[in-house]
């Protein structure tokens, strides 16, 4: 189920934006990542999941990274210095450590991914504006 959602991510160009539909489903990615201490994934999963935000993440921080300053807002600056700090510093020492780097790692995605996704949107008409 989740190799299937980040594929079509994945296959994108390298430095091309995501589509709607990819960014969805990398939404989506992210919603598992971030679930609940009650629900967290068994080892072999939680390793699956880091790699599928590992690849998205980097995907992401390069498009971002490529739109001028003027273009990006409020998030994008913080969430990229998430994200080089994320990927320095991996993801620690201790019993929940791999758990708390997934999270950490889906949460900067997700700032990315929202970021895109407002972009993206239709603005509504609004007449006289």
Not at 47 to 66: F, I, K, Y
Not at 109 to 122: A, C, I, K, M, Y
Request: a neutral charge; one cysteine or more; charged letters at 25%.
């Amino acid at each position: 189920m989740g190799t299937v959602t980040h594929q079509k991510a994945a296959d994108s160009a390298p430095n091309a934006v995501p589509s709607a539909s990819e960014l969805e489903l990398i939404a989506l990615d992210c919603d598992r990542a971030l679930v609940g201490f009650a629900y967290q994934p068994a080892p072999a999963e939680n390793a699956r999941q880091v790699a599928v935000m590992l690849d998205h993440g980097g995907q992401l921080a390069s498009s971002v990274s490529r739109l001028p300053e003027a273009e990006r807002d409020v998030r994008v600056p913080g969430a990229l210095q998430d994200w080089a700090e994320l990927l320095d510093r991996g993801p620690g020492d201790g019993p929940f450590a791999n758990w708390t780097y997934l999270r950490a790692l889906a949460r900067a995605v997700r700032s990315f991914t929202q970021f895109l996704q407002d972009r993206t949107r239709p603005r509504p008409f609004r007449p006289g504006r």
